[in-house]
C-alpha cells in the first residue's frame, strides 16, 4: 500500500496484467530484414506514446518487453528457460537458453544486427516486411525502446563457445560495436540484457515490485506451457522469497487449478481442450465451483483481454449449447422447456481461454477486446467437442455440473422477480429517497459525494459536521449482507443494499449507467478497527459485483479518520496511520498526551469534519482495481467459507487488510 500524504488522493492499483507477447512465426531473421528507423531520442522525449506510462507500470513494461522475447525464443522450440533477476539497486537481468542473438552485420546500417534491434525503432522484423512479429496495443514496442529508457543496456550473447557483448549509454548508444569478448563453455547458448531504468524518466519510481514481477512470470508460465521461467529477487528479505520457478507442464488446467485454490469445487477434473486451426492456437480449461459468480479470464498472445472479445464469445457459445443439448438429451430439460441462458452456463464457472493469433485485432474502450471475427467459431468448436465429450465420459461429474445449472436458472428467475420490484420501487423511490439518507442540497453530481457511515451515532455527527452543500450522509445499520455468499435476489431484498442502489441513482450489473450516478464521490467512512474493516469489506464486495463500473471509473473512495490525538501544550495534531505516529513523537518530542480515536461515533461533528470529511484536511483513498484476478480471489479469500486461506491472507496482509481493499 502506499504511503499516505495529506492532501492527496491515493490510487490502489493491483498488480499489472495484460503485457504483450510477440509470436514468432516460422521465418528466420536475416540481418538485412531489419528495417532502419530513426529515434531513441523521440521515445526519451515523449515516452507514454511507447510504454503505458513513466509510472510503477510503465516501469515493469521494460521487463516484460525483454521476458517477452524470450519467451518467443522459447516459444519457437530453441529456449526451455527464461529467468528474470533483480538485484539491490533495481537492476534487471533477463537471460534465455535460445540460439542466442543473431551477431552478424546489417547490411543496411552497416552496423551489428543486435546495435541496430537496439537501436532503431520498431527494428526486430515486425516493420521490416517479410517477417513478422505480432504485437498490438501499447506494448510489443521492441528491445529499442527499453534500451531508450535505460540509464544503461547491455547485451550478451552466447553461441559456439564465444560470449558476444556490447553496452549502450547515454540515450541508448552503443559505447562501443558489438564484440566478441571471450570463450564461454561450448554448451552454453543464448541471450542475456541487463539494464537499468533511467530514473530521469521514471521519475516516481525505479524500484520493481516483487510481487507484481513474480505474479506476472507465474502467470506466463502457466499460459505458455512446458517453458520454464525463474524469478531471483536479491532484495527480498526472507529467504524463500528470493528464488521461484514456474513451470506448468500442464498449463491451464493447473491455472484453473491454481485460481480455484481457495474454492470449492463442485466436480474434481478440470474441463480441458486445446487445439489449433488455421494457425490460431486455441487452450481453454474450466472447472465448477460452489460460487455463483463466474470467473472468466481471456488472453490472447499472453495479453490478458480484460473487455473479452470473439474469444469469450466462441467460449461461451459452445458452452450453452453443449450443456442445453446435453440436458435435452438427458432428459434434464424436457423439449418443451426454455433453454438455460448463458449465465445459467456460467455460474460459479472458473474459466481461461487463451489463444494465439498472428494478427490480432484489438477492439474497445482500452483496446483489450478481442476483434478477430473468425476466432469465435474456432474456439467454439474446439472447446465445444471437448466439453461435449467430457460431459459423456464422466457422467457423475456432469450430473454435478447439469444440477448446478439447473438450479442457477431457477434462481435466475426468482432474482428477476425480485430485481424488477427493486426496480419499480427504485422509480418510485426517486422523489423520496430512502429515509435515513441526508441528502445534498446541490443536483450538480460532478461536486457532490455520498458517505456511507457505519452507524446511527457516527452518521449523526457527519450529517451534523458535512457541508451539506455537496456531502450527503447515508448511515448503514449493522452489516451489509455478504454479496459472494447469498444469490443475487437475497441481495436485492437486503434493505442497506437497497438504499444504496436507490441513493446511487446509476441501476445494478449490467445496467449501470455511471452518467445517472448522483454522486462523484462515493466515500466509505468506517471506523479503524477490526470490525470497520468487515463492513467496508462487504461494501466493496457490493460495489464490485454489482456495481463495478462506479469502482472502474474511480468513484469509490476510502475515508482515513485518524488513529489517535496527539497533543503537546497547545499544539494538536492528528496521527492517522502507525507510522505516522511515530513520526509525530520523534518530531514533537516528550510531555505529550496522545489520545487513542476509538470510532467515528466517539467524534463530536467538528471533529469529524475536521480530521475526515474536510477536504481541505481529509486523507482519502481512491479504490482502483485494475488486476481482476486479484480481486477476485481477494474477494472469494475474505468473502468465502474458508478460514484458513482468510487468516492467512490477512497474516501476509495485515496493512491491505486493515487499511485499505
Ligand atoms: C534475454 C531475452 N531474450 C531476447 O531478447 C532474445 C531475442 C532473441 C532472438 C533470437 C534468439 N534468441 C533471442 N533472445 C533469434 C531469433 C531468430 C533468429 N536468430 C536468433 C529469428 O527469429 O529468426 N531474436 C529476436 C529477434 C532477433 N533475434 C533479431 F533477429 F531481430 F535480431
Known sequence: ???????????????????????????????????????LEAVRKRPGMYIASTSSKGLHHLVWEIVDNGIDEAMAGYATTVSVSVDNDNIVTVEDDGRGMPVGVNAKTGKSTIETIFT????????????YKVSGGLHGVGASVVNALSEWLEVSVYHNGEEYFVRFENGGHAVSPLKMIGSCDPEKHGSKVRFKADPTIFTETTVYDHEILRDRLRQLAFLNKGIRLTFHDDRAEKEENKDYTFLFEGGLKQYVEYLNRHRTAIHPDIIYSEGHENGIQVEVACQYNDSYNPKVYTFCN?????????????????????????????????NKDENLTADDCKEGITAVISVKHSDPQYEGQTKTKLGNTEVRKIVSDIFGTQLERFLMENPDQAKQIMDKVVLASQARLAAKKARETTRRKSNLEISSLPGKLSDCSSKDASICEIYIVEGD?????AKQGRDSHYQAILPLRGKILNVEKARQHKAFENAEIRS??????????????????????????????VDGAHIRILLLTFFYRFLRPIIEQGHVYIAQPPLYKVQKGNTIRDAYTEPQMVRLRAELGDRLSI?????LGEMDAEQLWETTMDPKNRTLIR?????????????SIMMGEEVEPRKQFIIDNADFANLDI
Open 500 to 529: 444504496m442502489i436507490t441513493a446511487f441513482g446509476c441501476g445494478v450489473m449490467d445496467e449501470v449507467d455511471t452518467s445517472k450516478l448522483r454522486y462523484n464521490k462515493i466515500v466509505i467512512m468506517t471506523d479503524a478497527d
Open 120 to 131: 532503431v525503432l520498431h527494428a526486430g522484423g515486425k516493420f521490416g516486411g517479410g517477417a
Open 623 to 635: 479504490v482502483n482495481i485494475d488486476d481482476a484476478e486479484k480481486a477476485d480471489q481477494y474477494f
Open 595 to 599: 489520545q487513542r480515536y476509538k470510532g
Open 457 to 461: 451515532s457516527a452518521g449523526g455527527s
Open 1 to 39: 500500500m502506499s504511503e499516505i500524504k495529506k492532501d492527496d488522493v491515493l490510487e490502489e492499483s493491483g498488480a499489472v496484467l495484460g503485457e504483450q507477447l510477440d509470436t514468432t512465426v516460422d521465418h528466420e531473421y536475416k540481418d538485412e530484414d531489419i528495417q532502419v528507423l530513426d529515434g
Open 302 to 334: 499472453n495479453i490478458n483481454t480484460v473487455e473479452g472479445g470473439t474469444h469469450e464469445e466462441g467460449f461461451r457459445l459452445a458452452l450453452s449449447r453443449i450443456i442445453n443439448r446435453y440436458a435435452k438429451n438427458n432428459n434434464i430439460l424436457k
